[in-house]
């Protein structure tokens, strides 16, 4: 499980706090993909940034015993002077992966993955929008966790790369919790169990997907 408790987040402006949450309370259930919906702005990738630990709350706290992952196919942490392959061994070291043969064998699973081809061994600032994204999720995949935090990585690149990343979750669905923020109502009905909308610096629950579409396009 993974609880919030009290949590706010906001940002200096020159007008003062400009709040994305507020005072948020509230239990995300275990076991049971979740979907995040709200409009741009909401706060769904402020919230899932702040699950998987790559921002923190301005007031409150967030417990969780579990595994998380950072934003699946997050690709701003990616250093760009470095390649492809130099930053998966980054990203390996600091998670504590470092005897020789675990980290080929993730090297081996991003690079077949991604399928950039040559491209993996240049300077990440070369690359595409799309093949950064391609290098982010299969880097994500490399990992396991107990729950992946998936922001909108199912809308890029080709149809058959995001076929491709549909299978991994697939594959995955048994062992693993997602979380998924996403505008894409087909794709969310399909992975999820349940949902959550994002809205006015709050988290609504729904315990059933429907329920929650249902109320996002309502309102």
């Keep these: ?19 994305v949450l507020r005072d948020v309370t509230v239990r995300l259930p275990a076991g049971r993909h979740l979907a995040l919906l709200g409009a741009n702005g909401a706060g769904k990738s402020t919230l899932l940034r702040l699950i ?3 921002d923190y709350p301005s ?8 595994r998380i992952s950072w934003p699946v196919g997050l ?5 760009g002077s470095l390649t492809g392959r130099e930053n998966v061994r980054f990203v390996c070291r600091i998670n504590g992966v470092a005897e020789r043969a675990a980290m080929r064998a993730k090297l081996d699973f991003v690079e077949d993955f991604a399928g950039i081809g040559t491209y993996f061994d240049e300077p990440v600032k070369t690359y595409s929008a799309g093949m950064r994204a391609r290098v982010g999720f299969a880097l994500s995949m490399a990992f396991d966790f107990d729950y992946y935090l998936i922001d909108e990585v199912l809308s890029v690149g080709d149809q058959a790369f995001r076929a491709k990343c549909q299978e ?7 062992r693993c919790t997602f979380i998924v923020a996403s ?4 794709t969310v ?3 999820c169990e349940t949902g959550a909308i994002v809205r006015d610096g709050g988290v609504v629950l729904y315990d059933d997907i429907g329920e929650a579409v249902d109320a996002y396009q309502a309102a």
Excluded: C
């Design 1 to 19: 499980m993974i609880a919030l408790d009290s949590v706010s987040k906001w940002y200096p402006t020159r007008n003062g706090r400009r709040y």
């Design 52 to 54: 998987g630990g790559i």
């Design 59 to 66: 007031t409150g706290t967030i417990r969780s015993e579990a």
């Design 75 to 79: 690709t701003g942490g990616f250093q």
């Design 168 to 174: 991994e979750l697939a594959a995955r669905r048994g």
């Design 183 to 186: 505008h894409n109502l087909n």
């Design 189 to 191: 009905r399909q992975i």
